[in-house]
């Protein structure tokens, strides 16, 4: 298991388990929470499928996150979802593409450089593991800290049907 000291106050980075998977869900529900406050409901229901998502996409491989711990509490956290994609010029032979998600820090632990941690350990495990090519979904906050690591812009457009009327939009909005 990695495991790796960061500078003061003492924070430690690791690579999360399925032990982590109840923090995990909750980080992602605490970053949307951020982003516009969910109903109590709804933001029960994503905890729980995520915790299930978790439990089941590590094991096979689909799902990779690390964690920073100071004193044993979890205080920031970031994963990487394993996906395949169709063929595209310059990405022929299958190649994953990683999609780094649920890039969170409580808010006391901030501009201490656990973000841009997370970030580093993602991205070195994905080019030991032979993931060229990474995207994310950055709010306004993070922007900066994935652009240091050259993260651009995309052409990325997004459409969200409904489940229950096949002839309705639905209809977002963006952060």
Same mark, same amino acid.
């Given at each position: 298991?990695?495991? *790796?000291?960061?500078? !003061?106050?003492?924070?430690?980075?690791? /690579? #999360?388990?399925? #032990?982590?998977? $109840?923090?995990?869900?909750?980080? &992602?529900?605490?970053?949307?929470?951020?982003?516009? /406050?969910?109903?109590?409901?709804?933001?029960?229901?994503?905890?729980?499928?995520?915790?299930?998502?978790?439990?089941?996409?590590?094991?096979?491989?689909?799902?990779?996150?690390?964690?920073?711990? *100071?004193?044993?509490?979890?205080?920031?956290?970031?994963?990487?979802?394993?996906? $395949?994609?169709?063929?595209?010029?310059?990405?022929?032979?299958?190649?994953?593409?990683?999609?780094?998600?649920?890039?969170?820090?409580?808010?006391?632990? &901030?501009?201490?450089?656990?973000?841009?941690? @997370?970030?580093?350990? @993602?991205? !070195?495990?994905? &080019?030991?593991?032979?993931?060229?090519?990474? $995207?994310?979904?950055?709010?306004?906050?993070?922007?900066?800290?994935?652009?240091?690591?050259?993260?651009?812009? $995309?052409?990325?457009? &997004?459409?969200?049907?409904?489940?229950?009327?096949?002839? #309705?939009?639905?209809?977002?909005?963006?952060?």
């Amino acid at each position: 298991m990695e495991v *790796q000291a960061i500078s !003061a106050p003492p924070y430690l980075l690791r /690579k #999360a388990t399925l #032990a982590d998977a $109840t923090v995990l869900a909750r980080q &992602r529900r605490q970053m949307f929470d951020a982003i516009q /406050k969910l109903p109590e409901a709804e933001g029960d229901e994503l905890e729980a499928a995520v915790r299930a998502y978790v439990e089941r996409a590590m094991p096979a491989g689909t799902f990779h996150a690390w964690v920073v711990e *100071q004193a044993g509490v979890t205080v920031a956290g970031g994963g990487l979802q394993l996906r $395949t994609l169709m063929p595209r010029p310059g990405y022929v032979h299958g190649e994953p593409e990683g999609l780094i998600v649920s890039m969170w820090t409580e808010s006391e632990h &901030r501009r201490h450089g656990l973000g841009r941690r @997370i970030v580093e350990a @993602i991205l !070195a495990w994905g &080019r030991a593991n032979g993931v060229t090519r990474f $995207t994310l979904h950055a709010s306004t906050y993070g922007r900066p800290l994935y652009e240091l690591y050259g993260f651009i812009p $995309t052409n990325e457009m &997004r459409l969200s049907l409904s489940s229950t009327d096949p002839d #309705a939009v639905v209809i977002e909005k963006m952060a």
